[in-house]
C-alpha cells in the first residue's frame, strides 16, 4: 500500500467537473509530480488534500490510515504540509516566529527562545541554510530564501507530504538550481513530495514519477525516465507541440516607444531603450534589478525621477490611463492585486478599461466569448467570476484584456507565469503575429528560452541599469545570466 493514497477523488463546483474518480499514489522518498494543463484539476485536488474543501467522493490513507482531514489545520495536524505560489508567511515577523508559527500550541506547548531558535536553525541547517539570521523580518528576505523559511516550517513540523506548488515560477535559475537541492533533501530524508509544475525540464531532472491530470481525470502515471518531454506533453494536451516558439520573419519599421535615460523611484537608475513598430524586445535580469519597475515607470505607475518616454508622438511623463489613450498597454506581473477584480464575471474584466465608451452587453458578450475561444479560457462563459478560474485561466484573461483594447505598444511583465505548454504556445502565437501586424513588445520575463524564443532582441538589467539592446543571434542563456549577475 502507498504511503499517500488518493483514490476515487470527485469533485463538482455547479456545472463544472473539476476531478472526475481521480487516482494518485504517493511514497516516502519519492518527488511525484503532478502535471496537466491550465484547468485540468491540479489544484482542486491539492486543497482536498489538504484539507481546504471536501471532495464529492473518494477516499485517502496515509501512512496505511483513512486519512479525511476536516480543515486545513487538521491536514497539517496529520503531516501535509503546502508550499503555495503566494508564501503563506508573515511579512512583520522574524525567520524563528514564522517556522514555529501555528506550532507552539499543537505541539511544544511553552517554549522557551533559545529552544526555538535550536529547532528553527536545525530545520535549516538540514536544508542547507545554516547561516540564515533568524532574528531577521521575513519581508527583508528575498523570495528565495522566503520559500526556503516555508520550506524549513514544514521540516520543524515533522510534515511527512510537502506539496511544492510552482515552486519556481517567481525564481531566478541560480535559485531555482539550490531549490532542487532542498528538494533533493527532502526526498532524502524520506519526505514524500508532491511537485506542481508547468516546466518540464525541471520535471525530468527532479521527479522519480509524474501523474498527468487531463480534464479532471488522471490519463497516467509513469516514471519519468520513461517519457520525455514531448511525451508528457502529448498526455497532457492529447497532441505534439512541434514549435513552441514560432517566429515569423519581421522588419521592424518606425520607432513607437522611446525611453531615455530613465530614472525612476527608486529604479531604474538608468534605462534607455527604443522599441520599433513590428519588433518584440526582451528584458532580463535577477529578481530585483529594477524590470518590473522600468515597466511601470514607463507606463505612468511609478514616478519619473528624470529622463524622457516617448510613445509614438506623444512626450512626457503621463498616468496610466493618458498611457491607455496613447495606445500603451500593461499587463501586470501581479494579476490578483492590480490586473484583475476577482468577483466580478470574465466579461466585465475583459472590457473594463475599454470605458468610457460604453458598449451594449450583447457585445460585451459576444466580444467575450470570441476572446475566450480564442486564448482557450477554460471556463463556463463571460459570466462566470474571474475568481473561479483556475490561475492559469485567470491570467489567459488578463492578457486577452490588453489584446481587446487593441494597443499599439503592450508591456508585458512575465506573461506565461502559471501558463501551462499549449497555452504557452498560443501566447507565443499571439506575440509573433501582433508582431507582424505592426504592433511592438516589450516582455520582461524570468524564463530565458522563452526570451530567447520569442524576441528580436533582448537587454539586461543588472541593478537598476538597463544595458544595450542585442539581437539574439548574439545571445545565450550563459551570456544573459554572467551579465544579469555583473560578471
Ligand atoms: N471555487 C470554484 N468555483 C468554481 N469552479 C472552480 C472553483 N475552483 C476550481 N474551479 C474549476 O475547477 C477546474 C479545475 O481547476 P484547478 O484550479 O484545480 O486547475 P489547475 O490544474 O490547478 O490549473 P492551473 O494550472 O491553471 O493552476 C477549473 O475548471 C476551475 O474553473
Same mark, same amino acid.
Given at each position: 500500500m502507498s504511503f499517500l493514497h488518493m483514490s476515487g477523488i470527485s469533485k463538482r463546483f455547479g456545472a463544472t467537473v473539476?476531478?472526475?474518480g481521480v487516482e494518485l499514489q504517493v511514497e516516502r522518498g519519492e518527488v511525484h509530480a503532478l502535471v496537466g494543463e491550465n484547468g485540468s484539476g491540479k489544484s482542486t485536488l491539492m486543497r482536498i488534500l489538504a484539507g481546504a474543501i471536501q471532495p464529492d467522493e473518494g477516499t485517502m490513507t496515509l501512512d496505511g490510515k483513512p486519512y479525511h482531514p476536516s480543515s486545513p489545520m487538521d491536514a497539517r495536524k496529520s503531516g501535509i504540509a503546502m508550499i503555495y505560489q503566494e508564501l503563506a508567511l508573515c511579512p512583520d515577523l522574524s525567520v524563528t516566529e514564522n517556522v514555529l508559527l501555528g506550532m507552539e500550541d499543537t505541539r511544544l506547548g511553552f517554549v522557551r527562545q533559545s529552544e526555538q531558535h535550536e529547532r528553527v536553525r536545525a530545520a535549516l541547517t538540514q536544508l542547507g541554510y545554516p547561516h540564515l539570521d533568524l532574528n531577521a523580518p521575513v519581508r527583508n528576505l528575498p523570495i528565495a530564501v522566503r520559500q526556503i523559511v516555508e520550506i524549513a516550517r514544514a521540516v520543524a513540523l515533522g510534515s511527512s507530504v510537502v506539496v511544492l506548488d510552482e515552486?519556481?515560477?517567481?525564481?531566478?535559475q541560480a535559485d531555482a538550481q539550490k531549490l532542487f537541492e532542498v528538494v533533493r533533501t527532502l526526498k532524502a530524508e524520506g519526505h514524500a513530495i508532491i511537485y506542481i509544475s508547468h516546466f518540464l525540464d525541471e520535471i525530468k531532472l527532479l521527479a522519480d514519477r509524474l501523474t498527468v491530470l487531463r480534464d479532471g481525470n488522471n490519463v497516467g502515471t509513469l516514471p519519468?525516465? +520513461?517519457?520525455?518531454a514531448n511525451g508528457i506533453v502529448t498526455l497532457m494536451v492529447g497532441r505534439t507541440i512541434d514549435d513552441v516558439y514560432p517566429r515569423s520573419e519581421r522588419t521592424p519599421g518606425l520607432p513607437i516607444l522611446e525611453v531615455n535615460e530613465l530614472m525612476g523611484r527608486p529604479k531604474p537608475d538608468e534605462a534607455t531603450l527604443e522599441l520599433r513598430r513590428g519588433e518584440v524586445l526582451g528584458i532580463a535580469g535577477l529578481n530585483g534589478s529594477g524590470r518590473t519597475e522600468l515597466l511601470r515607470t514607463i507606463f505612468g505607475l511609478e514616478a519619473v525621477r528624470s529622463g524622457k518616454v516617448k510613445v509614438g508622438k506623444f512626450e512626457g511623463a503621463a498616468q496610466p490611463h493618458q498611457r491607455w489613450d496613447q495606445g500603451l498597454g500593461m499587463l501586470s506581473e501581479d494579476r490578483k492585486e492590480e490586473g484583475?477584480?476577482?468577483?466580478?464575471?470574465i466579461a466585465d474584466n475583459l472590457t473594463?478599461?475599454?470605458?468610457?465608451r460604453i458598449i451594449s452587453s450583447t457585445r460585451q458578450a459576444a466580444d467575450t466569448a470570441i476572446w475566450i475561444d480564442k486564448m482557450k479560457v477554460?471556463?463556463?462563459?463571460? +459570466?462566470?467570476?474571474?475568481? +473561479?478560474?483556475?490561475g492559469g485561466n485567470q491570467q489567459k484573461v488578463a492578457i486577452a484584456r490588453l489584446l481587446y483594447h487593441e494597443v499599439d505598444v503592450l508591456l508585458l511583465d512575465e506573461p506565461t507565469r502559471g501558463i501551462d505548454v499549449g497555452s504557452k504556445e498560443q501566447i507565443y502565437g499571439v506575440i509573433d503575429a501582433l508582431a507582424l501586424e505592426g504592433k511592438a513588445v516589450l516582455m520582461v520575463s524570468s524564463y530565458l528560452p522563452e526570451l530567447l524564443g520569442v524576441c528580436d532582441r533582448i537587454a539586461v538589467m543588472h541593478k537598476g541599469r538597463l544595458g544595450p539592446a542585442r539581437p539574439v543571434n548574439e545571445l545565450s542563456q550563459e551570456s544573459i545570466m554572467q551579465e544579469a549577475a555583473g560578471a
Amino acid at each position: 500500500m502507498s504511503f499517500l493514497h488518493m483514490s476515487g477523488i470527485s469533485k463538482r463546483f455547479g456545472a463544472t467537473v473539476a476531478l472526475d474518480g481521480v487516482e494518485l499514489q504517493v511514497e516516502r522518498g519519492e518527488v511525484h509530480a503532478l502535471v496537466g494543463e491550465n484547468g485540468s484539476g491540479k489544484s482542486t485536488l491539492m486543497r482536498i488534500l489538504a484539507g481546504a474543501i471536501q471532495p464529492d467522493e473518494g477516499t485517502m490513507t496515509l501512512d496505511g490510515k483513512p486519512y479525511h482531514p476536516s480543515s486545513p489545520m487538521d491536514a497539517r495536524k496529520s503531516g501535509i504540509a503546502m508550499i503555495y505560489q503566494e508564501l503563506a508567511l508573515c511579512p512583520d515577523l522574524s525567520v524563528t516566529e514564522n517556522v514555529l508559527l501555528g506550532m507552539e500550541d499543537t505541539r511544544l506547548g511553552f517554549v522557551r527562545q533559545s529552544e526555538q531558535h535550536e529547532r528553527v536553525r536545525a530545520a535549516l541547517t538540514q536544508l542547507g541554510y545554516p547561516h540564515l539570521d533568524l532574528n531577521a523580518p521575513v519581508r527583508n528576505l528575498p523570495i528565495a530564501v522566503r520559500q526556503i523559511v516555508e520550506i524549513a516550517r514544514a521540516v520543524a513540523l515533522g510534515s511527512s507530504v510537502v506539496v511544492l506548488d510552482e515552486p519556481t515560477s517567481s525564481l531566478t535559475q541560480a535559485d531555482a538550481q539550490k531549490l532542487f537541492e532542498v528538494v533533493r533533501t527532502l526526498k532524502a530524508e524520506g519526505h514524500a513530495i508532491i511537485y506542481i509544475s508547468h516546466f518540464l525540464d525541471e520535471i525530468k531532472l527532479l521527479a522519480d514519477r509524474l501523474t498527468v491530470l487531463r480534464d479532471g481525470n488522471n490519463v497516467g502515471t509513469l516514471p519519468a525516465a +520513461e517519457v520525455d518531454a514531448n511525451g508528457i506533453v502529448t498526455l497532457m494536451v492529447g497532441r505534439t507541440i512541434d514549435d513552441v516558439y514560432p517566429r515569423s520573419e519581421r522588419t521592424p519599421g518606425l520607432p513607437i516607444l522611446e525611453v531615455n535615460e530613465l530614472m525612476g523611484r527608486p529604479k531604474p537608475d538608468e534605462a534607455t531603450l527604443e522599441l520599433r513598430r513590428g519588433e518584440v524586445l526582451g528584458i532580463a535580469g535577477l529578481n530585483g534589478s529594477g524590470r518590473t519597475e522600468l515597466l511601470r515607470t514607463i507606463f505612468g505607475l511609478e514616478a519619473v525621477r528624470s529622463g524622457k518616454v516617448k510613445v509614438g508622438k506623444f512626450e512626457g511623463a503621463a498616468q496610466p490611463h493618458q498611457r491607455w489613450d496613447q495606445g500603451l498597454g500593461m499587463l501586470s506581473e501581479d494579476r490578483k492585486e492590480e490586473g484583475l477584480a476577482l468577483t466580478m464575471p470574465i466579461a466585465d474584466n475583459l472590457t473594463l478599461t475599454k470605458l468610457p465608451r460604453i458598449i451594449s452587453s450583447t457585445r460585451q458578450a459576444a466580444d467575450t466569448a470570441i476572446w475566450i475561444d480564442k486564448m482557450k479560457v477554460r471556463c463556463r462563459g463571460p +459570466e462566470q467570476a474571474i475568481g +473561479e478560474l483556475s490561475g492559469g485561466n485567470q491570467q489567459k484573461v488578463a492578457i486577452a484584456r490588453l489584446l481587446y483594447h487593441e494597443v499599439d505598444v503592450l508591456l508585458l511583465d512575465e506573461p506565461t507565469r502559471g501558463i501551462d505548454v499549449g497555452s504557452k504556445e498560443q501566447i507565443y502565437g499571439v506575440i509573433d503575429a501582433l508582431a507582424l501586424e505592426g504592433k511592438a513588445v516589450l516582455m520582461v520575463s524570468s524564463y530565458l528560452p522563452e526570451l530567447l524564443g520569442v524576441c528580436d532582441r533582448i537587454a539586461v538589467m543588472h541593478k537598476g541599469r538597463l544595458g544595450p539592446a542585442r539581437p539574439v543571434n548574439e545571445l545565450s542563456q550563459e551570456s544573459i545570466m554572467q551579465e544579469a549577475a555583473g560578471a
